[in-house]
C-alpha cells in the first residue's frame, strides 16, 4: 500500500467517559505511530443503535481501509459489519462482541479484542459480597441488555451473589445511562427500602444510583460497586460513596484494536479472541 491506511474506530456514546477516554487513547496513539490516519466517530448516547449503522456505512462509503467497532447491539450491528467485511474492509471488533452465530451464518470470522468481562464483574461483586452479611439484600442495574457485555457483567453479578448467598430483590436494565439509571433505581428503593448494596454495570450508572442515595441520606451506607473506573468516581471512592470498580482500560483497548487492525491489513488472518487488561480499584 503506497499511501497510509485509514482506519475508521467507531464508539458508542461519546458523552460517556469511558469513550472520551477511548477516543483519545486511541488519537494520541496514531500521531505517535504517524503511519495511518485515523477517524473516530461514536454516536451521543449509548442507544443509538441507527446512527451507529449510519456512521458505520458512512465509512463504507469512504473506503476505509479497517474499522474498529464497539457495537451498541451485538446483533443488530452484524448487517453493517458484514456488509462492510464484503467491500473488501478489515474489521476488528473491540470491547462489546458481535454475535459470533449470525456472523458465522454469513461465514464471516473476526478477530475480537476485549476484557473478560464476567470474571471482571463477579470479583467486584465479591468484594461487596465481604462487605456485606450473608443473605443481605442488593440491587442489580445492569446495561444495554442486547449488548454482550451487559450479558456477560449481569452473569458475573449472578455468579457472585450465588456464591456469596446474597439475596437479589431486583434486576433492571438503565442502558449504561446515569439519568435512567436514577429513575430506575428510584422506582427500585422505593420497593425495597431496606437493601445492603447495588451492583452497577458501569460507573455511569452507578452515579446515578448515588446520586439517589445521597437525596435519601443514604450514601455510604447503602454499598455500589460499578465498573469502569471513571474519572468522576475517584472522589465517590475516597469519600466512601462508592465502594469499588473496575478499570479495563479503555483507551488500551482502541489501541490493541488498531495494533491488530493494522496486522490484519499486513496479512495476518482475521480471526481469533484476545483478552484485554482489567484491574480491580478500591
Known sequence: MDRKPVIGLVMKSLQAEFFQEM???????????????????????????????????SLISQKVDALVVVPIDSKALVPVVVKAVKA??????IDIRLDEDLLKQDQVELTYVG?????????????????????????????????????????????????????????????WETNKAEQV?????????????????NDAMAIGVINVLEQKGKAGKIQV????????????LKSGAM?????AFGSQMAVQGIEYAIKVLNGMENKGSYSTDFKLIQ
Open 115 to 175: 476484557p473478560d468481562n464476567e470474571t471482571a464483574s463477579k470479583m467486584v461483586g465479591d468484594v461487596l459480597a465481604r462487605k456485606l452479611n450473608k443473605n443481605a439484600k442488593v440491587i442489580l442495574i445492569e446495561g444495554l441488555q442486547v449488548a454482550e457485555n451487559a450479558q456477560q457483567r449481569k452473569q458475573g453479578f449472578l455468579q457472585s451473589i450465588a456464591e456469596n448467598h446474597l439475596c437479589l430483590v431486583a434486576s433492571d436494565a438503565a442502558d
Open 243 to 247: 465502594l469499588a470498580t473496575i478499570d
Open 23 to 57: 477516543k483519545k487513547g486511541a488519537l494520541k496513539f496514531a500521531q505517535k505511530q504517524n503511519s495511518f490516519e485515523l477517524i473516530t466517530v461514536g454516536t451521543s448516547s449509548q442507544t443509538e443503535i441507527d446512527l451507529q449503522i449510519e456512521l458505520i456505512e
Open 225 to 236: 460497586v460499578g465498573f469502569d473506573n471513571d474519572a468522576s468516581v475517584q472522589p465517590l
Open 88 to 93: 473488501g474492509i478489515k474489521v476488528i471488533n
Open 185 to 201: 433505581f428510584s422506582r427500585l428503593f422505593a420497593l425495597y427500602p431496606d437493601i445492603d448494596g447495588v451492583m452497577c454495570s
